[in-house]
């Protein structure tokens, strides 16, 4: 089966460090979601892309935080300097969609669990 | 903000049929109804999703009312895997929502 795959799983890290969290979409997929997870917020979008360029990023932090696909199958999530509120569940998810839009499935990543301390 | 409204917890047990409610008062004609569950520190997982008339899969059937205010995902015999935390989601066509908007979702414990 294919599956989007997402390291690492898990991060410790403390307070001021950059984190990079990667993401693999599924091969053949044209878009690729960012979402994080709190028990506070529950599941929320951090970035959205399609055909590897940004299309809402309004999510986002974004004095510390940046999200790119260097490529068709890698997409990064970087934190920096990262807090102890940014402890959460990362989690990255692929989909295909067309111009014409019928809104498809998406497949998420196991996630990368964060701890900032 | 989700325009979904569903129970926070339901009860199940196992092998038994489970009936998980969904309000959506305020859908339009271009909503597609989607469910997605996530199962304990695993990412979400799509169900199923429709439209209009109601649909199968392998996973769950998907009941819609006439006037789409409301639907009902339906799992035909609840195991102890099916304990999720269950999401009811619209999401517009011609996707110019991409993103899911999920809500608090209903927590689903099977009884063995």
């Known amino acids: 089966d294919a599956r989007v795959t997402q390291t690492p799983r898990d991060k410790v890290t403390e307070m001021g460090q950059e984190v990079t969290m990667r993401c693999q979409p599924i091969l053949g997929h044209n878009t690729v979601f960012w979402y994080r997870q709190t028990m506070m917020q529950g599941l929320e979008l951090l970035a959205y892309f399609r055909n590897r360029a940004p299309l809402d990023d309004s999510g986002m932090p974004k004095d510390r935080f940046s999200a790119e696909m260097p490529d068709a199958t890698l997409a990064t999530l970087k934190i920096q300097p990262s807090e102890p509120r940014d402890s959460a569940v990362y989690f990255c998810?692929?989909?295909?969609?067309?111009?014409?839009?019928?809104?498809?499935?998406?497949?998420f990543g196991p996630g990368t669990r964060l701890t900032v301390t | 903000d989700a325009k979904t409204t569903q129970p926070n917890s339901m009860e199940s047990n196992e092998e038994e049929p489970v009936h998980l409610p969904c309000n959506h008062s305020t859908i339009s004609g271009t909503d597609y109804i989607h469910w997605y569950r996530q199962l304990p520190s695993q990412g979400p997982e799509y169900v199923i999703h429709?439209?209009?008339s109601n649909v199968n899969n392998r996973m769950a059937s998907l009941a819609i009312a006439e006037d789409r205010k409301s639907s009902t995902l339906i799992l035909h015999r609840a195991t102890l895997r099916d304990a999720a935390v269950y999401y009811c989601i619209l999401r517009d066509a011609p996707g110019r929502q991409g993103n899911l908007i999920f809500g608090k979702g209903t927590k689903l414990s099977v009884k063995p």
């Open positions: 429709g439209l209009t």
């Open positions: 998810a692929s989909g295909l969609e067309s111009n014409s839009g019928l809104p498809r499935e998406q497949y």
